[in-house]
């Protein structure tokens, strides 16, 4: 079952493009990374599934209805946490977190035990005022707010700005744990190793259109690898004429290294002849991919 | 009703401070008019030109009565309370904008009409809060300055017609922070209208050839002068502010579910 499906979404401010035919298919159960640089058009897709903005055209359905005409039934069963965070003055985060799950059909002695687990988790003092907490510490009580009525679907917007490396980590396992219990992830951002860890499918976005959509281990696959090979002897440039695929090719008396896209067995076939030393081969990281896909 | 609560709460404060301002400005009027009127003066007040009697708000009432006085005096009570209306208005459903808490308060399963309809009921409990305030105070003040005096229900009747002003003025205060994004000119454009329909009422009383413009200033439909003659409110001036409200509320929720939150 698809969780968000978006059918040719766009959204214009006035003249600008936002985002334009966006097709998504979010499946129940996957974590789906989100990537792009700045102003691509992720926080577009986001509110506009969220109902903070308007679609231009196109259609969106989360759970199966209609995000326009369904919104605050479907936002039940959301969590949200925005990539800055800002609440009310004067409050305490136990009483903005109590006032977010106000909004909440479920049992309030549920929110509040919830609430409490999660503080203790990432160790948030609920009885500070929130204009006192640092940035990180505030992000914490976003996380809580998002959490604490058990979404199926959580949304997060470039969630990590702020979090030690630390804190970050205790946060993607939780992530993985509500996962593991069936809830689905829309994570944004445009920190490429983080939707790495985290995702299993990712799409692509670029100047507010979706230019791939793939598996994070697919997209791998399917890119260049690197190889750098030691050689007894310096290998001629000959013995890779012809081959497809291979570019960026360097030989040096006792090196060789390129990188390939194309069918593996052709090119081991040729690394097999030669008198080798050592052999690394590379597989890209999301940056690389990131990168081919943009430049 | 959770958004209401925490409107009231967030609101109670500056509530107090408008609460204090306007018990200070009804006591100390109405000291000053009673010392006014122990010296003849509506001949004293006769010397001014016509125009700075209907600046100020005094042409058209009896100083050496008591009823007289809270007339004038009513028309920087009426001053008062509608700032206060307008801004309240303007800020409360623009406030999560500009303090950039939409992405906290609309990803909630709520709809933008029970936000819009949660925060106006707060307006409307301040607005109602300051207008008994100003009733109470009005009827122990004059009845402190004059022991003889039995007209409570005129002083009734004053206050019920800055209710139908506050209510209107709320609603001009909304209606442009429903349709506008940014706060800060929406509550702008809504004080300037406020202060343009006072200039209007003045210029209306000085020159009775505009007299057809009576109809744009709220000013004009509940003119004390001739609410204290007449001894009640204008049918006519009472529904047509009546429809205005409603017309500029239901406006207001209309421009705030078509466009786009500021995020």
């Known amino acids: 079952m698809n969780i968000i499906e978006t059918k040719k979404l766009t959204k214009y401010y006035g003249d600008t493009l936002g985002i334009k035919d966006l097709d998504l298919d979010i499946q129940q159960g996957e974590i789906f990374g989100f990537i792009g640089p700045n102003g691509a058009g992720k926080s577009t897709t986001i509110r506009t599934l969220l109902g903070l903005i308007h679609p231009t055209a196109g259609s969106a359905t989360i759970f199966g209805k209609d995000i326009t005409k369904f919104g605050p039934e479907i936002k039940e069963e959301i969590g949200y946490l925005p990539s800055e965070v800002f609440y009310y003055d004067n409050m305490k985060a136990i009483d903005l977190l109590r006032y977010s799950g106000s909004f909440y059909k479920k049992d309030s002695k549920l929110i509040e035990k919830r609430i409490k687990e999660l503080a203790k988790y990432l160790d948030l003092d609920l009885k500070r005022k929130i204009d006192d907490l640092s940035y990180g510490n505030k992000k914490k009580v976003g996380i809580i707010q998002g959490l604490l009525h058990e979404p199926k679907l959580i949304i997060l917007d470039e969630p990590t700005g702020g979090l030690d490396p630390l804190m970050q980590q205790k946060f993607f396992d939780l992530l993985r744990e509500e996962n593991k219990k069936g809830v689905t992830i829309l994570f944004s951002s445009h920190i490429l190793n983080e939707v790495q860890k985290l995702c299993d499918r990712v799409a692509i976005i670029k100047d507010g259109k979706i230019i791939k959509v793939d598996s994070i281990r697919s997209l791998a696959e399917n890119t260049h690898k690197r190889f750098m090979l030691e050689t007894a002897v310096r290998v001629d440039k000959s013995r890779f004429t012809g081959i497809k695929g291979i570019s960026d090719l360097v030989i040096t008396d006792n090196s060789v290294s390129f990188l390939f896209r194309g069918h593996i067995n052709e090119i081991t076939k040729i690394i097999a002849s030669l008198n080798l030393t050592n052999m690394l081969v590379e597989e890209p990281d999301l940056e690389e991919i990131f990168m081919h896909y943009y430049v | ?263």
Request: proline content about 2%; hydrophobic content about 55%; aromatic content about 12%.
């Open chain 2, 1 to 263: 009703m959770n958004i209401y609560r925490r409107e009231l709460r967030a609101h109670y404060k500056v509530l107090i401070v408008w609460m204090i301002w306007m018990v200070f400005l009804i006591i100390s009027g109405m000291y000053k008019f009673q010392a006014l009127s122990a010296n003849d003066a509506n001949g004293l007040l006769k010397v001014f030109p016509k125009s700075l009697q209907v600046i100020f708000g005094i042409s058209g009432f009896n100083l050496s009565t008591m009823i007289g006085a809270f007339g004038i005096l009513f028309l920087y009570i009426i001053l008062t309370a509608t700032i206060h209306a307008t801004m309240l208005g303007a800020e409360i459903i623009s406030k999560e904008e500009r303090d950039r808490t939409s992405e906290f308060l609309f990803p909630k399963p709520v709809s933008r009409n029970l936000v819009v309809t949660q925060k106006l009921l707060a307006a409307v409990t301040n607005v109602v809060v300051l207008n008994l305030v100003t009733l109470v105070t009005s009827i122990l003040t004059v009845a402190a300055f004059a022991k003889d005096f039995s007209n409570n229900g005129m002083v009734i009747v004053l206050c019920s017609a800055l209710l139908f002003m506050q209510l209107l003025f709320l609603s001009i205060g909304a209606v442009f922070a429903g349709i506008l994004k940014n706060s800060k000119v929406s509550a702008s454009i809504a004080t300037a209208i406020l202060l343009g329909t006072y200039v209007m009422w003045v210029v209306i009383d000085l020159n009775k050839n505009l007299e057809f413009m009576k109809y744009l200033t709220p000013f004009k439909y509940f003119d004390a002068s001739v609410i204290i003659h007449d001894g009640h409110l204008d049918v006519f001036y009472v529904s047509l502010s009546v429809i205005l409200t409603i017309v500029l509320i239901i406006t207001t929720y209309l421009a705030f579910n078509k466009r786009d939150l500021k995020v």
